[in-house]
């Protein structure tokens, strides 16, 4: 079977990877220019251009006015590996991150788009925005947005400060119960707000989770929006079959 083929702007990011990696570009030296790296890789200005773009999304290389492509680490940062198989994984998520918030308002369905989901359309939520980390490291792995109906917002600072679930908290503190999550993923572009948040380019590549929680009598509790770098998350999930009990022939 032929291997698939690799763009020549990756292999060029590989290789200052590899060479970033070894020390042969040291963390606050500069790369060579444009020029040079050209006339090394024998390739053109938009490869080189292209290679480069992919170093800074992983946050390795960072352009400094006057002075040129700098190195700024020599590892890419944590990238969180996200595997789900049922609701209880959810949980894992939470405990091995932090969520720092950076915003709170009290918002409406008609006023947040992702709150169109709610049959109820007058009642008030509690919104807040931050940012997620891996514990230990000072570079955001998502971007995300969390509404939660406005009684419920104890259970949301008691969450973020005991890095738990809000739909736990929620459980525990109002004697709620949460009977689905629905949950939508897709490929977006980051907009310009959340790239600074996020210290990405603007339009760069991301994934986007929604998630609504839904409690007793399919009421929604909670809903979360978050957006991913494409280059700081994997999401995982096992498909497990089922299969009928007398029919062994499927099984070998």
Known sequence: MLK?????????????????????FP??????????????????????????????ELRLVKVQQ????????????????????AVPDLRQYVKS????????????????AELSVCEDKSSSWMQVEG???LEGQDVPI??????????????????VARSIPIWSQIEK???EKVTAVEQEIGATEVAAKVAQLLGVPTGSPALTTLRVYRGID???IEVALSVHPASRFTYRTELKLEYPADDEGLKT
């Not at 998502?142 to 969450?159: E, G, T």
Request: proline share 4%; net charge positive.
């Open 131 to 133: 940012l997620r980390y």
């Open 66 to 85: 006057g002075k040129g492509s700098v190195v700024a680490a020599q590892q890419v940062p944590g990238r969180y590996v996200h595997s789900v198989g």
């Open 97 to 112: 991150t932090r969520f720092e918030i950076l915003t709170r308002t009290l918002t409406s369905p008609v006023q947040a």
């Open 27 to 56: 963390v606050g030296g500069l790369l060579p220019t444009e020029a040079a790296l050209c006339s090394r890789f024998d390739v053109s200005r938009n490869t080189v251009r292209e290679a480069m773009r992919q170093l800074k």
């Open 218 to 220: 399919r009421r929604i």
């Open 142 to 159: 998502c971007w995300s947005r969390i509404s939660v109906l406005k009684r419920f917002q104890r259970a949301l600072d008691l969450s």
């Open 4 to 24: 698939p083929r690799i763009a020549r702007y990756q292999e060029v990011a590989r290789a200052l990877l590899e060479d970033i990696q070894r020390g042969t």
């Open 173 to 175: 503190s109002f004697h």
